[in-house]
């Protein structure tokens, strides 16, 4: 969903020419569950190269769910970043998994089933914080889960998974971080589909070509 984009959207015109976007309804939600609209490919794999590399440096085990094409850059960012995230990714501290498979998994009729969503990411998250010597760490997931149900014209099966990873973040001791494309805001910034997405985030920010970060939804951390 990332190679094929569709023209610019006058939302997406209209959001990369302002400085500020305003403050958007907040929510409680779990530890840590952000979200990252990026106007390109390269600035949205910088922000997850960022998320996991400081996962694996601090002695979490990291999660990355994605198209085959984001997990092979990925890796390769992730192995010359620095010896640190070498060293984590030799001791089986990183984990890539394909965002198709994933979702098949976990969708029925179209909508993510809360049963089989919560048992396969529990198991998940269960295989990840248990190290090779018996020991559990802290587990960072990120991916285009839901951005990719999005970009397929799912809106609502998108909503229903933010809110299902929210109850991941709050029954487990996960940080969660969900990279979207600016070519999502396919309508108005104030449109139900943005508003619902960035309401079920701790945290909003966008990245684009050539400009600092701006933070969409204040964080409740």
């Known amino acids: 969903m990332w190679t094929h984009k ?5 939302a997406a015109k209209k ?3 302002r400085r500020a976007v305003p403050l958007l309804a907040k929510r409680m939600v779990g530890r840590c569950h952000e979200a990252q609209f990026c106007s390109d490919d390269s600035l949205f794999l910088d922000g997850f190269t960022r998320f996991i590399g ?3 440096k601090n002695g979490s085990t990291a999660v990355f769910i994605g198209i ?3 997990r092979i850059s990925l890796f390769e960012r992730l192995y010359a970043e620095s010896q640190e995230a070498r060293a984590a990714i030799r001791q089986g501290r990183y984990f890539a998994l394909d965002a ?4 098949s998994n976990v969708m029925v009729n179209d909508m993510p089933d809360a049963g089989w969503f919560l048992k396969a990411v529990g198991d998940l998250v269960a295989s990840a914080a248990s190290g090779a010597d ?3 760490s802290r587990v960072a997931a990120c991916g285009e889960w839901a951005p990719f149900l999005w970009a397929e014209g799912k809106a609502d099966a998108a909503i229903r998974l933010e809110e299902l990873w929210n109850e991941v973040a709050e029954k487990y001791d996960v940080d969660i971080l969900c990279g979207y494309s600016l070519e999502s805001l ?8 943005f508003r619902r997405i ?13 400009e600092a970060t701006q933070t969409l939804s204040a964080s409740h951390r």
Not at 6 to 10: A, C, K, L, Q, R
């Open 100 to 103: 198709v498979e994933f979702l």
């Open 134 to 136: 018996g020991t559990h």
């Open 198 to 210: 960035c309401e079920e985030h701790s945290a909003v920010r966008a990245d684009r070509s050539g």
């Open 54 to 56: 400081t996962a694996l």
């Open 186 to 193: 396919r309508c108005e910034e104030d449109s139900y589909t």
């Open 6 to 10: 569709p023209p610019p959207s006058s």
């Open 68 to 70: 085959a094409s984001h």
């Open 15 to 17: 959001l990369s020419h």
